[in-house]
């Protein structure tokens, strides 16, 4: 007999191009403090609870309390600047090409000069991971990655990346590099599928690309219930009580828990938030658990 409690694998480190990294991450798009004390105290303090990759962006900072362009690239460069040694302990990421009221450029002089005023910006001489934050469809794949080889060529960034990006535009992308695509960041979480049904994680399984997932809250929906289906809410509150913890707990494990094996972007300002989602490390979803939680969200049977 099928035993359909049977737990499914519990999360371990990730690889992006030959670096290993946490199955947790740091994202800065929240970082708009003004405080490089208190950004310090949290950075630091994700670093030290094993959220080693740090995601950044040169868009962040224009929304959620910011000041303006580059704002949060900078708080991150000044947190660099004040914590000896901090760099070295982290696999730092940024991305480039958005342009607001364009809104996107990834032609060969926009793209470089994003990356360079990135590293100025966050007071590095180079980034573990860079990623052309959404399509630009006026650009070739062809300048895109001779753009891209050359800024690796230059030692201004370790690996190649690509967020927002459709299996055929990787594929595209891919096809003139000279290196795998080190990483991709697709939203995915238990109210976002699609990455899960387009083919976005296939292809990242099959070109063992890293996986970053965006928003695994939902945007914070997850912790309220708002604007998600009722059936999902019970569903992850019911397996959070099998587990003995909470629905973000659930909602989290079930990311990790996909065979592609996505690293989860944690956007929050508090440590003991993220403290409190490691516990997801430690939870082992049956199958019947997992697949429950995808026919709750998208509201009809599994064939």
Excluded at 43 to 59: F, H, M, N, P, R
Excluded at 142 to 158: C, H, P
């Amino acid at each position: 007999m099928i035993d359909v409690t049977s737990p499914l694998p519990l999360p371990g480190s990730r690889l992006i191009a030959g670096r290993s990294v946490g199955p947790l991450g740091f994202g800065c798009w929240r970082l708009t403090t003004s405080s490089t004390e208190e950004a310090s105290r949290l950075v630091e303090g994700a670093v030290d609870l094993g959220l080693t990759l740090i995601d950044t962006a040169d868009v962040y900072g224009l929304d959620w309390g910011g000041t303006g362009w580059g704002t949060c690239e900078e708080r991150l460069g000044a947190v660099l600047a004040a914590r000896s040694g901090l760099r070295e302990r982290m696999f730092l990421v940024t991305k480039g090409g958005i342009v607001p009221g364009v809104p996107y450029d990834s032609s060969g002089d926009y793209l470089t000069s994003a990356c360079e005023a990135s590293l100025r910006r966050l007071g590095v001489e180079h980034v573990d991971l860079f990623m052309v934050h959404r399509p630009d469809l006026l650009s070739h794949p062809a300048d895109v990655a001779e753009t891209l080889q050359s800024l690796r060529d230059r030692g201004l960034i370790s690996a190649i990346g690509v967020s927002n990006h459709t299996v055929s535009q990787v594929e595209a992308l891919q096809s003139y590099l000279d290196e795998p695509v080190a990483a991709i960041q697709p939203e995915f979480s238990v109210a976002a599928l699609a990455a899960m049904r387009d083919g976005v994680l296939d292809q990242a399984m099959q070109h063992q690309s890293a996986v970053l997932s965006w928003s695994p809250l939902a945007g914070g929906r997850v912790l309220t219930g708002e604007g998600l289906r009722l059936e999902l809410i019970e569903v992850l509150d019911r397996i959070a009580a099998a587990h003995d913890v909470d629905r973000t707990s659930i909602a989290l494990s079930f990311v990790l828990a996909h065979p592609a094996q996505p690293i989860v972007l944690l956007g929050t300002q508090r440590l003991d938030r993220i403290d409190a989602a490691r516990q997801a490390l430690n939870i082992s979803l049956s199958r019947a658990e997992w697949f429950s939680i995808i026919e709750a969200s998208e509201g009809v049977p599994l064939p």
